[in-house]
C-alpha cells in the first residue's frame, strides 16, 4: 500500500475557503468510506476533524467539512481563522485491517 | 476521562529492540471494545501507521514493518506494548499510542501525547 498523496501546502486568507485533496487508489480512498481527516499542531498529537468521509465529531466547528470523489477524498475549511493553521492529514482503510496515512498538507494562513 | 501515555526508552542503539508501551488511565482497555494502535512521525515528516490490537490479542500490521513487529495487550496491566527488532535510523519517529473505535477501519479518535525515540549508536 502507498501513501495517500496530498499537496504538501495550502494557503489562503482568513474568511476564505480552502480545499485540501487526498488522492488514494480503488484499493482504499476509492473502495472504502473510511476516509478521516487529521488537524496537527507542531508539537502536538493528531486530533480527528472528520471521519466517515463526511462526518464531524462532537465539538469540531461546521467549518471543516469533507467529501470524495472517486479515489480522491477532499477537505474544505470555510470562513478560515487563524487557529486553522496546522498540517492536515487524510487517512484511509486500505483493506486487510491496515491504514493508510496521506503525506500531510501543511495549511498556512495569510 | 481516558487518556494514554507512552513510556520506554528514548534512545535506542542500532540493530537493538526498540520497546515501547501505552498505559490507559481512566478507563479500561478491555471494557469497551476498541482497537488500539501505534502512528510513528519520524523528525519533520509525516503519519506513518504502524499497526493496531484488539484487547482479546488480535493484532495487525503495516506490511512494510510486519516482519520487524510485535504489538501485543496486558489486560491485567492495561497497557499495550510495540517491540520493533533490528532498529535503524530510519525507525527514529515520535511515537503515538491512540485509540480507534470498534472495528480497524474507523478513526483514533484519542492520542498520547507521543514519544521520540532516537535510534544512534
Known amino acids: 500500500q502507498s501513501d495517500l498523496t496530498q499537496p504538501p501546502s495550502a494557503s489562503g486568507f482568513p474568511g476564505q475557503s480552502v480545499t485540501i485533496s487526498c488522492s488514494g487508489t480503488y484499493s482504499d480512498v476509492g473502495l472504502y468510506n473510511s476516509v478521516s481527516w487529521y488537524r496537527q499542531y507542531p508539537g502536538k498529537a493528531p486530533q480527528v476533524m472528520i471521519y466517515e468521509v463526511t462526518k464531524r465529531p462532537s465539538g469540531v466547528p461546521d467549518r471543516f467539512s469533507a467529501s470524495k470523489s472517486g479515489s480522491t477524498a477532499f477537505l474544505t475549511v470555510s470562513g478560515l481563522q487563524a487557529e486553522d493553521e496546522a498540517d492536515y492529514y487524510c487517512s484511509s482503510y486500505g483493506g486487510d485491517n491496515i491504514v493508510i496515512f496521506g503525506g500531510g498538507t501543511k495549511l498556512t494562513v495569510l | 476521562q481516558l487518556q494514554l501515555q507512552e513510556s520506554g526508552p528514548g534512545l535506542v542503539k542500532p540493530s537493538e529492540t526498540l520497546s515501547l508501551t501505552c498505559t490507559v488511565a481512566g478507563g479500561s482497555i478491555s471494557s469497551n471494545v476498541h482497537y488500539w494502535g501505534w502512528i510513528r512521525q519520524p523528525p519533520g515528516k509525516g503519519l506513518e501507521w504502524i499497526g493496531n490490537?484488539?484487547?482479546?490479542?488480535?493484532?495487525h500490521y503495516s506490511p512494510s514493518l510486519k516482519s520487524r513487529l510485535t504489538i501485543s495487550v496486558d489486560t491485567s496491566k492495561n497497557r499495550f506494548s510495540l517491540k520493533l527488532t533490528s532498529a535503524t535510523a530510519t525507525d527514529t519517529a515520535v511515537y503515538f499510542c491512540?485509540?480507534?473505535?470498534?472495528?480497524?477501519?474507523?478513526?483514533?479518535?484519542?492520542w498520547g501525547r507521543g514519544h521520540l525515540v532516537t535510534v544512534s549508536s
Open positions: 490490537i484488539y484487547y482479546s490479542g488480535t493484532a
Open positions: 491512540a485509540r480507534a473505535g470498534t472495528s480497524s477501519n474507523e478513526p483514533y479518535d484519542l
